[in-house]
């Protein structure tokens, strides 16, 4: 029998609660009160747009006047400018642009242009018989001092009896035939009458690396224009070689060069840093560099004694540390050092007669180690130390003569200036 279902039951109990419930909510509730609503005349609106236009004008001209005049004005302000300036990060190319820009600007006046003309001017001829053509221009260079020294490839001025004209960025033009060549490098040394003008700064080689973004300057034959080009150091330590036999050294030749990637062929053009300080001056020669402390070494003596004098051991010689790895076979002469030997029968002796190494009894074959207390490496060769050293001074060298080491004093000579 189906049951039957009673008062007491809770499903009905909750119902009839629920019911009474409402009913006693409904008889209860408070009515819910509208929000106010504050209005303004239209008149009172546009009095606090007056104002506040004036106050933001008032509070700028005293912020643009203020500035000079209350520094502690400027400190105040600064940290918003500076969030305001840095709100759009600077991308890595826009800084190397805006250096590249400014460099150009500053080291342009010391780059200039050499012309030596194929034909004469004639003394009475005409305005067009005063001009140079292109087919006069023979390079770059670049002016080093303030009282007009300047240096160049040689390939720039191969002819140092010829009178030569040097052409600024200003577009005036200096005649000399005022020359130094450099007996240990390409390079050769002008000078051009007069005073104040721009003086490089030198880079520092020990902080140079490769892949260092640098910058050519050279100039238009015609236009006497800049012409940049923005590269990269491929080498710092290069030597160039052709032939096995280019791989001897003389002791009186500073034969490393530097490199860049793009192998400018022009002679003379100067390559700087991103910074504006010299680096090199292209040889022109398949983008080699001869390197700034070779230029600067050789401006210290010309200043000194009125030419480039250098020093001279009178020795040729393989630097084994760059030979290793490039021989056949383990050699037994060691992995450093300086071999003295020949380039090849025609070529110019091991040692040359009657020079200090002559004299100090150095042989074919000898090794030599030391240097004073400097060891010779790959970077660091004979020819440097021996270039690097005073003039006429007497250095100790430490060579290996069969499976004995001996020390041997040597005087060095120097060439005339």
Same mark, same amino acid.
């Given at each position: 029998m189906k049951a039957k279902i009673v008062p007491t039951s809770p499903k009905v109990r909750d119902s009839e609660q629920r019911d009474a419930d409402v009913e006693e909510f409904l008889r209860r509730a408070e009515p819910i009160s509208k929000p106010s609503i504050v209005r303004f005349s239209a008149s009172f609106l546009v009095l606090v747009v007056v104002l506040g236009f004036l106050a933001g004008t008032v509070g700028t001209v005293v912020v643009l006047a203020g500035k000079e005049q209350w520094p502690w004005l400027q400190q105040w302000l600064a940290p918003t400018v500076q969030e305001t300036n840095t709100a759009r990060p600077v991308t890595r190319k826009e800084v190397v642009t805006e250096q590249y820009v400014d460099t150009v600007g500053k080291v342009d006046p010391n780059v200039v242009a050499i012309f030596v003309r194929k034909v004469p001017a004639k003394k009475n001829g005409t305005l067009l018989d005063q001009l140079y053509t292109p087919s006069d221009f023979r390079g770059t260079g670049v002016l080093l001092t303030e009282d007009g020294i300047g240096v160049t490839s040689r390939r720039a001025i191969p002819d140092l009896t010829k009178e030569v004209a040097i052409v600024t960025a200003s577009k005036a033009v200096y005649l000399t035939k005022d020359f130094s060549a450099d007996p240990a490098s390409d390079l050769v040394y002008f000078r051009i009458s007069g005073k104040g003008f721009p003086v490089l700064d030198f880079a520092d080689t020990g902080s140079l690396l490769v892949s260092q973004r640098v910058i050519d300057v050279n100039r238009h034959a015609? @236009? &006497?224009?800049? %012409?940049? %080009? !923005? @590269?990269? &150091?491929?080498? !710092?330590?290069?030597? /160039?070689?052709?032939? /096995?036999?280019? &791989?001897?050294?003389?002791?009186? /030749? !500073?034969s490393q060069v530097y490199q860049t990637r793009t192998g400018a062929d022009a002679p003379g053009v100067p390559t700087f840093s991103i910074g504006g300080k010299l680096i090199g001056l292209h040889t022109g020669t398949d983008g080699d560099i001869t390197p700034v402390d070779v230029i600067n070494s050789g401006l210290q003596r010309l200043q000194k004694t009125g030419g480039v004098v250098r020093n001279v051991l009178g020795v040729h010689y393989l630097n084994l540390a760059v030979a290793k790895g490039l021989l056949l076979s383990p050699t037994a002469e060691g992995e450093r050092g300086a071999h003295v030997t020949s380039a090849g029968e025609t070529s110019a002796p091991a040692i040359i007669p009657k020079s200090p190494a002559d004299r100090a009894g150095l042989k074919v074959g000898d090794i030599i180690l030391r240097v004073d207390d400097t060891s010779l490496t790959e970077s660091l060769t004979l020819s440097q130390i021996v270039q690097g050293a005073a003039a006429r001074a007497t250095l100790t060298l430490t060579i290996v003569r069969g499976k004995d080491e001996q020390r041997l004093p040597v005087t060095l000579d120097t060439t005339s200036p």
């Open positions: 015609v @236009t &006497l224009a800049p %012409a940049i %080009a !923005l @590269t990269e &150091l491929a080498t !710092l330590n290069s030597v /160039r070689v052709n032939e /096995r036999g280019d &791989l001897v050294q003389s002791s009186e /030749r !500073l």
